[in-house]
């Protein structure tokens, strides 16, 4: 029925980012490429009896971040930093992206 409080089973019911660049935080409503693939290394011994091959883990690639419909009420900071890195100036931070529920509590990190 309309109005029923909502059970913890449903989805959420719009994704709701938080993302900290450092001391920068943002909140965003898409954030894509949150995904990491690795290669596979196929692999025998030179004295191995099996002529068949192991597949072995190799190098992880990870994809690029994309942040999309930001909200920036009365903040630059984020666009300040962003300022910095078209200017060449590189500057390491650590990137932390949150998921939030509609109350705004992290669900997952």
């Given amino acids: 029925m309309a109005g029923d409080v909502q059970d913890n089973v449903w ?3 719009k994704f709701y980012f938080q993302v ?4 920068t935080n943002g909140s965003f409503q898409e954030v894509s490429g949150l ?10 011994h030179g004295n191995s009896p099996e002529f068949s091959t192991i597949k072995m883990p190799g190098i992880k690639k990870f994809s690029n971040v994309t942040l999309k419909k930001g909200v920036f009420k009365d903040d630059t900071s ?7 890195i078209q200017m060449n100036t590189i500057e390491r931070l ?10 705004g509590a992290p669900v997952q990190t």
């Fill in 20 to 23: 900290n660049i450092g001391d």
């Fill in 11 to 13: 989805p959420l019911p």
């Fill in 94 to 103: 650590t990137v932390t992206i949150s998921l939030l529920d509609e109350t």
């Fill in 35 to 44: 995904d990491v693939e690795a290669q596979v290394i196929e692999y025998r």
């Fill in 78 to 84: 984020f666009w300040d930093w962003f300022n910095k």
